[in-house]
């Protein structure tokens, strides 16, 4: 499709969107009397209408039930997680039994870390991202250092070349090759939450296997936002947060994937706790543990249900739309963001540059650009002017166009205001 950056296209565009309407069963920021064009949904999700009642229903399940909601409300709370099997499943391509939701996300890889990360003399090596998000380095490094061994030794980062700013498969493919009977483990954001950058999951989990290490991936940018297949891709564990592209709300719980194959190994270490004890011995109160069968097996603590209900109501949103008809509309509205970076650059004649991988197999719903000469003076003026985005240094400014709730005419209109802001500013 040849487009436009005109209003008119733009608009256009939003009448043969399918999922144009679901943009109502959100909750906008207003700046200057107008919703704001949120660009970070990959940070912190909008809020859906729905949610409210979800929340609301286990308030008042609490309220007129108290102790005895836990079994004899509408969705009881002692298998409320279970409510999410179906759905999160589809969204990340997974049998229902391999998914499970709690606790948060670094704490879960952290988890899962204890039982897919067992290093010996011979097979210590961790491979990841270099300038992977922090939370994964400290998690990375303290790992490490448990086990007794050295973060120098024992982490190997996948770097970017001279003056490229992604990472190439065939540059990881051949480090695990390289590192071959080391490596003990391949962790790896499936989505760059600086560049956008999509890595191939399927040819890197099946690499690391090669060589003997276990695979997992932080799917924190990922869920929600590309099309996942972690059941026939073969990854054995996986992790994300439900608050960036899946709208549960700030801090909000992570689901977990552990593939099936891992299930009735019990020579796998897990810490345990009751709530991943078998649900017909649980309030047995025996001392031997006896694991829930699936990724269920995996959980600790009763349930923190309250932070379940948000993204229940997200999940079931999801479901509802589908990751194709999202991806179709994603890739569609992301081009169109390109291009009108791009006719703005032609025409005020600027120095930004779009670091996110021009190839559609390579992006999602992200686009970050680094700003040569306009600084942060500039994302200063978005901001002002209800463009909601990131900073983050050295000048690169991150756009998610999420497809849920952003339009086509969001893009054009950005557009202007990003010209304007150029034009004040130089
Ligand atoms: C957002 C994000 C996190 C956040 O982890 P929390 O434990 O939820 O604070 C971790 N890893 C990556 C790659 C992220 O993008």
């Not at 993204?311 to 992301?334: H, N, P, W």
């Amino acid at each position: 499709m040849t487009f436009q950056n005109t209003r008119e296209f733009a608009q256009e565009l939003d009448t043969q969107d399918k999922l144009h309407h679901y943009r109502n069963e959100f909750l906008f920021p207003q700046v200057n009397g107008r919703k704001v064009i949120y660009f970070t949904g990959n940070s912190l999700g909008l809020q859906p209408k729905r949610t409210r009642a979800f929340v609301d229903e286990v308030m008042d399940d609490w309220a007129k039930l108290a102790v005895e909601g836990h079994f004899y409300s509408e969705k009881p709370w002692w298998d409320y997680h279970e409510r999410f099997a179906e759905p999160l499943s589809k969204i990340v391509g997974a049998l229902p039994s391999e998914v499970t939701v709690m606790n948060t996300l670094t704490v879960n890889l952290h988890l899962l870390m204890v039982s897919f990360y067992r290093p010996t003399e011979k097979k210590f090596k961790i491979l990841c991202e270099a300038k992977a998000f922090p939370s994964d380095q400290y998690m990375f490094q303290s790992q490490v250092k448990f086990h007794g061994y050295n973060p120098d030794d024992a982490i190997v980062e996948i770097h970017r070349r001279e003056g490229e700013h992604n990472i190439r498969l065939e540059d990881v493919l051949a480090r695990i090759e390289e590192i071959g009977d080391e490596l003990a483990l391949v962790l790896i954001g499936g989505v760059n939450y600086y560049t956008g950058q999509v890595f191939d999951i399927k040819t890197i989990t099946e690499a690391g296997h090669k060589v003997g290490a276990y695979v997992g991936w932080d799917l924190a940018h990922a869920a929600g936002n590309i099309k996942l297949e972690l059941h026939d891709w073969d990854v054995d564990f996986a992790a994300w947060c439900s608050y960036k592209y899946m709208n549960s709300g700030p801090g909000n719980a992570s689901g977990c994937f552990i593939h099936e194959d891992h299930h009735d190994n019990y020579e796998l270490n897990r810490f345990s706790g009751w709530w991943g004890q078998n649900k017909a011995k649980r309030f047995l109160m025996e001392p031997k543990f006896n694991p829930e069968p699936g990724a269920n097996g995996w959980q600790i603590s009763n349930l923190p249900v309250l932070t379940l209900a948000p993204y229940l109501a997200s999940v079931e949103m999801f479901a509802e739309v589908g990751m194709d008809a999202l991806i179709e509309k994603r890739d569609q509205i992301t081009s169109y963001l390109e291009f009108i970076l791009q006719e703005i650059d032609k025409e005020v004649n600027s120095t930004f540059e779009i670091i996110t991988p021009t190839n559609p197999e390579e992006r999602a719903s992200q686009l970050s650009v680094f700003l040569h000469g306009e600084g942060k003076s500039l994302f200063d003026y978005l901001m002002k002017n209800g463009v909601i985005t990131d900073w983050r240094e050295p000048n690169v400014i991150r756009l998610a166009p999420v497809p849920l709730y952003c339009s086509f005419e969001d893009m054009y209109e950005f557009g202007q205001i990003l010209k304007a802001g150029i034009q004040e500013h130089s």
